[in-house]
């Protein structure tokens, strides 16, 4: 039996043991698609699986994008997880807290922390909007952080020791040793025995760890890697979700139904390619140009659906050096300048080899005849800086501010 034939065997269930009808998404709400070839697309989201995802351009035609050629599928509309609903009948317990478990592989699970089986174990009761999932053990090794609200980062940099940051603001770094309804840490020599209920958040020192596959982000902070899935905003969305990577019990199910608007995100992880958003990188330099002896330092207007759509604020005549990943074969951003009355300046672009060849990617003229431009560009081999630079026009460096929107990098490793 496909998955479309599961999941509209569950529909069907799901109305008779609820009686509340599905409510279907508007498929005007915008959302965009990143191409492996950094291709960005707004489109309207008709449906998808683990093949392929259908949408409507903005000429209001029908295209296929095939998964295997996508980095990520991103709603960009506002979404309120207290409007949701889920679609089972097995209602969770309410007097437990709720806590945000991130894994090593990005997937970001909900629910209860009990005893555990083992002292390198967590247990926990994976839960869903009120519905609960099954049991998990985790192993420790496997676990990020452990949170009060899911978090975006999962792939930050992390410190040499474990740390624990309780509800008054007090921070503890040692090594933990378990994690229950109170969680033992080891300070030197010492092992503290923390409630759990005291802690705002922890985290442990496990590195990060790339595992391909496509993974779904629900609205409510839900992360996990699909094995299959299926949806079209006017049925239950169907997900199974992949048992052995979240620990799940065998006894519990792996065909998940969720609301049909609680797909906020599709992210397909490769395994040999990658988008990195330039704004993650912090710059290796920052210098005025033209006569300047002084700067504004650049601002990242952050977006909360994906960093690739971040847009990085350059407020003035500048020169930027960022040092990008080894593999880095593509680069691709517009700049846009916010046109005012004495608004004229330069842009370009370069890369940087490690043998310090400068390689033009684009040298622009920014002004009211020609406010924008699209940069989509190769990267010489063994390019290790991308270089931005903003040099004043005809009217000096006053109201020279360029926006440099969606800035994006290819890395591809063998």
């Known amino acids: 039996m496909n998955t479309r034939s599961i999941r509209s065997i569950c529909s069907t269930l799901a109305a008779m043991l609820i009686g509340v009808p599905a409510f279907a998404q508007d498929n005007s709400t915008r ?3 990143c191409t492996t070839e950094l291709e960005l697309i707004e489109t309207a989201l008709v449906s998808g ?10 000429l209001g035609l029908r295209r296929v994008y095939a998964i295997d050629e996508l980095f990520f599928v991103a709603s960009m509309g506002r979404h309120d997880p207290a409007s949701l609903y889920d679609l089972d009948t097995v209602a969770a317990p ?46 420790l090794e496997r676990v990020r952080s452990i949170t009060d609200a899911p978090e975006r980062d999962w792939n930050a940099p992390i410190g040499e020791d474990d740390t624990v940051i309780m509800h008054n603001g007090d921070e503890l770094s040692g090594f933990i040793e378990s994690i229950g309804p109170t969680i033992k840490l080891s300070i030197e020599r010492d092992v503290r025995v923390l409630d759990l209920a005291q802690i705002e958040s922890l985290s442990l020192a496990n590195p990060s760890e790339v595992s391909a596959g496509v993974y779904l982000s629900g609205i409510d902070g839900l992360r996990v890697r699909a094995l299959a899935f299926d949806f079209d905003f006017e049925h239950p969305i169907t997900v199974r979700v992949d048992r052995a990577s979240i620990g799940l019990d065998d006894d519990a199910r792996d065909l998940w139904l969720l609301e049909p608007n609680a797909l906020g995100e599709i992210e397909v992880v490769h395994e040999t390619r990658r988008v990195v958003a330039l704004v993650e990188i912090e710059p290796e330099l920052i210098e005025p140009t033209g006569d300047r002896g002084w700067t504004p330092t650049p601002t990242v207007l952050s977006s909360p659906i994906n960093p690739v759509l971040s847009t990085i604020d350059l407020h003035a005549p500048v020169r930027v050096l960022y040092r990008v990943p080894e593999g880095s074969t593509r680069f691709a951003c517009e700049l846009v300048a916010p046109i005012n009355t004495y608004t004229d300046c330069i842009a370009s672009v370069y890369s940087i080899s490690y043998s310090g060849l400068r390689t033009e990617l684009l040298t622009q003229r920014l002004n009211l005849d020609h406010p924008s431009q699209i940069l989509d560009a ?12 903003i040099d004043p026009g005809v009217n000096g460096p006053i109201q020279d501010r360029v926006l440099v929107v969606h800035p994006r990098l290819l890395v591809e490793t063998s």
């Open 31 to 33: 959302w965009t698609i």
């Open 49 to 58: 699986d683990e093949q392929r995802i259908i949408g409507i351009d903005g």
């Open 94 to 139: 309410s007097d437990i807290p709720l806590r945000f478990v991130t894994l090593t592989d990005g997937q970001v699970l909900s629910g209860q922390i009990g005893e555990p089986a083992q002292q390198d174990s967590l247990s926990l009761g994976i839960r869903t909007g009120s519905i609960m999932r099954g049991d998990a053990s985790i192993s």
């Open 378 to 389: 190769f990267l010489e081999p063994e390019t290790e800086k991308i270089e931005i630079r």
